[in-house]
């Protein structure tokens, strides 16, 4: 019976030390992003954050689905790289329940064409790639229609529209495909193709939203439902960790950076 209770004490020690060992520290913070421009704002205030007393990990994911699967499981801390229709999106498909700690920018989609240098001279009969995920997709179809490429229904709403809705595509082709896929596939489609690109894609592209045919406007109403903003669980955006990460993420160091790097291409809030 000794030998028993011996046994039995020394693996209670020998749990109790794997689940110490494993607990991640409380300062120690995990946050998951776009490489562009999340991941490179992230960057900027890592040492900043760092000297209040945390570490600052950052994942880089290159689509829209790990960030906020990894953040539900508790693998994250944060998420950066979505606005709040996609993150509301995700949370009735799935069940989760994340919430935005705050607005952080808001990145103008864009109009492009190959081998057009004017939206007038947009090919009859032009394939236009646009986002499949509901809510970038809501918002590229508004884009368009505002430039007059199709016509939607009367009485839906940005956040709500989708191909269904197109009662007049004036001839063009509306493709949905993987936003991260946007930019390869204008660049290896036919002059005459079309795409409807999220600002962060064609950052990390190399695509300059110089060259886009149309923008949204910093003023529309896409500006205001669609700033990107930082994500956690129901509950976490009390931690001061959380709370310290905010204040510095919609400081004016923060905009004044986003402002001299992304020349348009990313607006803060």
């Keep these: 019976m000794k030998k028993i209770i011996t046994f039995i004490c020394i693996l209670a020690l020998t749990l109790s030390c794997f689940t110490g060992c494993g607990k991640r520290d409380e300062n120690h913070i995990i946050v998951g992003a776009s490489s562009t421009p999340h991941a490179e704002i992230l960057e900027f205030i890592k040492s900043d954050y760092e000297a209040l007393g945390y570490t600052l990990e950052i994942v880089i994911y290159t689509d829209y689905i790990m960030p906020n699967t990894s953040l539900a499981i508790g693998d994250l801390d944060a998420n950066y790289f979505q606005h709040l229709p996609f993150l509301q999106q995700y949370n009735k498909s799935n069940g989760a329940n994340l919430v935005s700690a705050c607005a952080v920018h808001y990145e103008p989609m864009g109009i492009f064409a190959k ?9 009859q009969n032009a ?10 997709q809501a918002r590229a179809l508004f884009l368009l229609a505002e430039n ?36 390869a596939q204008l660049n290896q489609g036919d ?15 190399g695509i300059s939203l110089t060259t886009a045919l149309a923008v949204e406007d910093k003023n529309s109403e896409a500006a205001l439902t669609y700033a990107n903003v930082l994500a956690v669980q129901n509950g976490h955006e009390q931690r001061q960790a959380i709370k310290d990460l905010v204040k510095l993420l919609t400081s004016e160091k923060v905009k004044n950076y986003i402002i001299s790097n992304y020349q348009g291409a990313v607006l803060p809030l």
Aim: no cysteine; hydrophobic share 45%.
């Design 115 to 123: 081998g057009v240098n004017d939206i007038s001279a947009i090919p």
């Design 127 to 136: 394939v236009i790639i646009i986002p499949a995920d509901q809510s970038n």
């Design 148 to 183: 007059n490429l199709i016509t939607l229904a009367d009485g839906v709403t940005i956040t709500n529209v989708t191909v269904l809705d197109v009662v007049d595509d004036k001839g063009h082709t509306i493709r949905p495909v993987e936003a991260a896929s946007i930019p």
């Design 191 to 205: 002059n005459g193709t079309v795409a409807v690109i999220n600002g962060n894609y064609a950052l990390s592209s």
